[in-house]
Structure formats: C-alpha cells, structure tokens
C-alpha cells in the first residue's frame, strides 16, 4: 500500500494544474499524480504538430513544475477506486491510499456507432495519445487524399495543417457553415472562406454515410450522394467526457455524462473532487449544463478543486463557463468568448450588438498590421455584456481573453466606453478607433 494525501487521476492539464495547486496551497501534504501516458501532450497543439511544430516532441506538457514542487509522478493506469476505503488499485499492481482524489479523467474523441465502416484500417480520431498520433503521423508519408469529417476547431485546424504539407484534405461538416456551433454567421463564413482559399475543399451542409472498403478506407460515401477516394478518414465528430471509471465508483453523473461537481468542484461523494473535460459545468450566462471542453476551462476548475481541497476557499469557486476559444487560419485569427448573437436570442435574451472593422495597429501602414472587427452581443435591458467575437491578427487571442473577463465581472456597454487603455503603434490599434471600444460606441447607440 502506497500513502499518499491527495491522489490525482489523469495528467493532462486538469491533473498538472490540480496537482501544483494542490502542493502549492498545501505544502505539507503528499501530492501523487497517477497518469497513463509516460509524455502528455498540449492539448490545443495536437492539431500542429503535423505541420507548423512539427513532432509530437515538440508538443510536451514538461514535468518541471510538479518535479520542482515534490509532486509524485506515477506512469500507470487507476483501473478501480473503493470510495468508502480510500483506495486505488492500479493495472500495474499498486495500490495507494488517499485522503483527497481529483478526479482528472478527461475525454475521448467520439466515433459514432452508426458509422458503418468507422473500424476500418486508416481511419483515425485525434486524442491526446502521443504513441496514436505518432503512429498516425508515420502513416501520413504515404498518403494523399485525406478527408476530415466534423468542421469545430479540431477540424479546421487539423485540415489546414495537412493542408500546408501538400495533403489534398475535404473537409466535410453537416451544418452550413465550418465553425457554426461557435460562431455567427458572419464570423464563420469568413473562416469559411479563407480556408477554402488556402487549398482545403470544404464541403459544409453534408453528412458522412459510411467509410468505404474491405479492409482499409479507400472511399468516403455523403449523404448527398457524393463519393470521395481516400487513403485515409479523420473523425473530429466532438469528444465524450471520459467518465467510466467515474461510473464504476459509483460518482454521480449529469445527463451528459459528465461527473457531477459543485462550484468548489466536490463531488456528490465526500473527499472527491471533479475538474476539467470530465467534470460537469454549467454556463455562466444561462445557468444551463454545458458540454464545452476546454484545456482553459479545464485549467480553471483544476485551480479551484487544489485551493478547496482541505478548506474552502470562497473566493476560490467556479461560477460557470464563459467558453472562450480561439483559431487562427494563416494569419487571421478569430474568437470567441460568452455567448454569440444567435445563441443569446435562442436563449430567450433581447439583445443589441454592435460592430467596428478597425485596424491593430496605429497607422494602418505598419508592416503586420491586420483588419480587426470585434462584434459586442449586449443585453438590451441591462447594458451587460453577454458575449464577443473578434476578428483579426495574432492581437485577436489576448482581445479575446480580455472579453472573457468583461463578461465574467458582468461589465456592461457604459463599462467599456469608460475603460482606460494602453495604446502603442507597433503593439496595439489607434486609442482614438479601438474596435473593442468603438463597437461598444455602435451598442451604446442602438441602445439609445
């Protein structure tokens, strides 16, 4: 029997964060992380590291942080957990005991089982296995014709990767635009069109049929009736929170699927705890349980679940997610954080937007300038900020993020036309034309 005071499961970012945070609030306690993989990878990276960083290696969650701290690292699988005991066995033999769990699970890419064909040779998802995605990645010499099924983020991104090392990829997805779930329509025609005009075949309001051949993919049948030759299929058709052994323990779970957690992430069980992909969530402007997975969300919650372990932490609690996200398709980049136009009216809000098409840097001339356009989603009633998307250069991530915090403090319209901010010309856009500013000038009018 191994002891230890807190036994984290899973290494992701979930296990990382929770783990240091853990170690960090409470130094005096035994942190052991119990993870499958020898290398984690960086999950928003795995769609580059078949073109822009090309290896897996370069793709490396390091373990310096936990070493550095004195957390326990233990390459092995947790296969069954008595709750009532306080014990975990693993597939490698051990068991440890604990005072604290964290659960940090995370997810797994979704093949539906009304695919027929999905079981056949040269047919892959993306998860975060580096040996999978090494083996994809020696498989990829020698292939050409590559079609990739599901146009969220994952989609798009790894099409465009392939894409740049001369792969001819389709990329197929139901609804009618790519990116649809995440963004209006107007953001995610003009992610449509750029990539389209970088070489990937985009074919959006069509479905996948079945996987065609007799023991490897050679074709791809839609729904439309087009066939499409092959050497190998992509499914990115979303991910499920990885939840079984959750189930096996007898932790409650949502409607999802998802482990239920409260806002200090505790389960319905005592001493466990619950954070990232496999946690369930609620959103932060609905209410509503939300199925969003995000490395950022996933971080967040890992924080919260280390600072509460022992005792709680009021200021230290998760309020729901705001779901922010980011792409980058060559070098416009677009985000996303809160709610967007046709989810907030779907929702049941009145709202105004507003919109301002500027440039990110003062004068427009400099050498990396970029046309930014950020779209403010605003109550009508209160003036509160539901929701943002930006358009723009590489500045478009850190706008994003900024967003987030406007709309996790419930900052409204007046809030935005009144912030100070710090303008530089080879750094930001013009103080007199900001966009973020300038389309809450536009809200601000409509609302007048």
Avoid at 152 to 171: A, M, P, R, Y
Avoid at 306 to 330: A, E, S
Avoid at 399 to 407: E, H, P, R
Avoid at 428 to 434: M, Q
Wanted: glycine content about 12%; aromatic content about 6%; charged content about 25%.
């Amino acid at each position: 029997m191994i002891k230890t005071d807190v036994l984290v499961i899973g290494g992701s970012a979930t296990g990382l964060v929770a783990a240091m945070t853990a170690k960090s609030n409470f130094p005096d306690k035994e942190v052991t992380v119990v993870r499958k993989e020898e290398k984690v990878m960086i999950p928003c990276g795995i769609p580059y590291i078949y073109g822009s960083v090309g290896s897996s290696d370069n793709n490396i969650l390091p373990d310096g942080g936990l070493i550095s701290l004195g957390v326990n690292i233990v390459v092995d699988e947790v296969t069954d957990v008595d709750v009532h005991k306080k014990t975990a066995a693993t597939k490698g033999g051990k068991t440890f005991s604990y005072e604290k769990l964290i659960m940090g699970t995370g997810s797994l890419p979704v093949v539906p089982g009304w695919l027929k064909g999905a079981d056949k040779k040269n047919v892959y998802t993306i998860p975060k296995d580096k040996v999978y995605l090494d083996s994809f990645h020696e498989k990829l010499e020698g292939m050409k014709k590559i079609v990739v099924v599901g146009a969220g983020f994952i989609g798009v991104e790894v099409s465009d990767e392939l894409n740049k090392i001369g792969k001819e990829v389709t990329l197929v997805e139901v609804q009618d635009t790519i990116l649809g779930a995440t963004f209006d329509e107007e953001f995610a025609l003009e992610a449509q069109n750029l990539l389209s005009e970088r070489g990937v075949n985009v074919m959006t309001g069509v479905g996948i049929e079945e996987i065609v051949g007799e023991d490897q993919a050679t074709q791809v049948k839609l729904n439309n009736g087009t066939e499409i030759a092959v050497d190998a299929v992509i499914l990115s058709m979303g991910y499920r929170p990885n939840t079984d052994l959750a189930a096996r323990m007898g932790l409650g779970l949502n409607e999802f699927g998802f482990i239920k957690a409260d806002q200090y992430r505790r389960t319905d069980t005592p001493d466990v705890f619950a954070a990232g992909d496999c946690a369930s969530k609620v959103d932060f402007s609905t209410g509503k349980l939300s199925r969003i997975m995000l490395a950022s969300t996933a971080c967040t919650e890992a924080r919260v679940a280390g600072m509460n372990l022992y005792d709680l932490c009021t200021f230290g609690t998760f309020r729901g997610t705001v779901g922010i996200y980011d792409t980058c398709i060559g070098e416009t980049a677009l985000g996303v954080a809160g709610l967007i136009e046709k989810t907030a009216r779907k929702e049941g809000f009145e709202v105004v937007t507003g919109s301002f098409t500027g440039m990110d840097r003062h004068p427009g001339q400099i050498k990396d300038a970029h046309k930014q356009t950020v779209k403010l989603i605003v109550s009508k009633k209160s003036g509160v900020i539901l929701g943002g998307e930006v358009l723009g250069g590489k500045s478009v991530g850190e706008l994003t993020n900024a967003l987030g915090i406007v709309i996790q403090n419930h900052m409204n319209v007046h809030d935005l036309l009144m912030m100070q901010i710090g303008t530089q010309p080879l750094l930001t856009a013009s103080p007199a034309a900001y966009p973020m500013v300038k389309a809450a000038e536009a809200v601000e009018k409509a609302l007048r």
